[in-house]
């Protein structure tokens, strides 16, 4: 099993041009969270956050999570035609890790109180923290088996749109954050997985400049159409194609690189190799916080971009550290447990 995300690039039976856009894209939109988290969990004691940067890190906010939703429906497209037995293991896989990290990520962010087991059964079963990720994609892994049982895609899309719209104008307000993030971010794995076929992928790769450019621009003009209207119907449905157009122009302008050029890039090889950076990154930030470097007055431009860097390459290393030392279980369920189970599940979930 690759060690990254779920998806994987063997899950795709795309062109080598896109597979390879989609990889550096995948891996700049989880830089983008971890930037998002070292400006938060960072800012004021390893350098200062002004406000400019402030406002380009929300701004960013609108294209980070849909993008990456976006990718991960589209990815998932490999299970489409999969058995429940396959699809099961997908979803065990990713249980597997919040099992695993969900303690981890509590005790790091804990600033002194205790945690106990209930307090950690809780957070597995309704996810406040960083993790929700992960189990987002477990209740959405079920998407393909929904669409196998007779659903109509159209209807899924409009379930979720209707999520979406009733959470980004304050309608509905979730008891855990996990609900609240599918339920904003969802439908952008719906048009990933369902809409976004081979057909939809070759008309923006061959009109790539032109999408990379309009579609982007369409998202700017909804943003300062809703300026102003936070909490209202009309800002909740110009938000939600507002990050469609961001995500959509990302994908469009990917395409529009070379790839035997960004197949050499850093961020490209950070896209098949996502997930320790995911599951990492948040215990790694909160141990740097405990390291006081008293921020100076001014504020570097290279600083938080530095911190990123420094972040992602420790969580990289761990994952080498990890392997090397027997310790892939961290990132994947064990070997031995998925072999000794593996014929019950394909017996009882074959179909």
Not at 18 to 40: E, M, Q, S, T
Not at 185 to 206: N, T
Not at 259 to 278: H, M
């Amino acid at each position: 099993m690759t060690q990254e995300l779920p998806e994987t690039s063997a899950e795709m039976p795309q062109p080598r041009t896109r597979v390879v856009g989609l990889d550096a894209l995948r891996g700049g939109a989880v830089f983008l969270v971890v930037f998002h988290h070292v400006l938060v969990f960072l800012g004021g004691n390893w350098f200062q956050v002004p406000a400019w940067l402030a406002t380009v890190n929300w701004a960013l906010g609108f294209a980070r999570m849909p993008t990456l939703l976006l990718l991960s429906g589209f990815l998932a497209q490999g299970i489409m035609k999969a058995s429940r037995g396959r699809i099961f293991w997908r979803c065990a896989n990713l249980a597997w890790l919040v099992l695993l990290w969900t303690p981890v990520v509590l005790l790091s962010k804990s600033t002194g109180e205790t945690i106990g087991l209930p307090d950690i059964l809780r957070e597995m079963a309704r996810p406040n923290t960083e993790l929700w990720f992960l189990w987002a994609l477990v209740v959405l892994a079920f998407i393909p088996i929904v669409v196998r049982a007779g659903v109509s895609r159209y209807v899924l899309l409009a379930v979720f749109f209707a999520l979406s719209t009733a959470l980004w104008s304050d309608y509905l307000r979730p008891s855990f954050f996990a609900a609240e993030q599918i339920g904003r971010y969802g439908m952008y794995f719906v048009v990933g997985c369902l809409f976004l076929d081979d057909r939809a992928m070759k008309a923006l790769h061959r009109r790539s400049a032109a999408y990379g450019v309009a579609l982007p621009l369409i998202g700017l003009a909804l943003h300062l159409a809703k300026a102003g209207g936070g909490g209202s119907l009309t800002y909740a449905l110009l938000s939600i194609p507002e990050a469609l157009c961001f995500a959509l122009g990302a994908v469009a302008l990917v395409s529009a690189i070379p790839a035997d050029y960004l197949v050499r890039t850093p961020i490209a090889r950070l896209g098949r190799n996502t997930l320790p950076v995911y599951v990492c990154h948040i215990p790694v930030i909160m141990g740097l916080t405990l390291i006081d470097l008293s921020a100076p007055d001014a504020f570097s431009p290279l600083a938080a971009l530095t911190a990123a860097v420094v972040v992602t390459m420790i969580c990289l290393a761990f994952q080498r550290i990890a392997n090397a030392w027997g310790l892939a279980f961290l990132f994947h369920v064990p070997r031995r447990l998925q072999a000794r189970v593996n014929g019950w599940v394909e017996h009882r979930w074959a179909r």
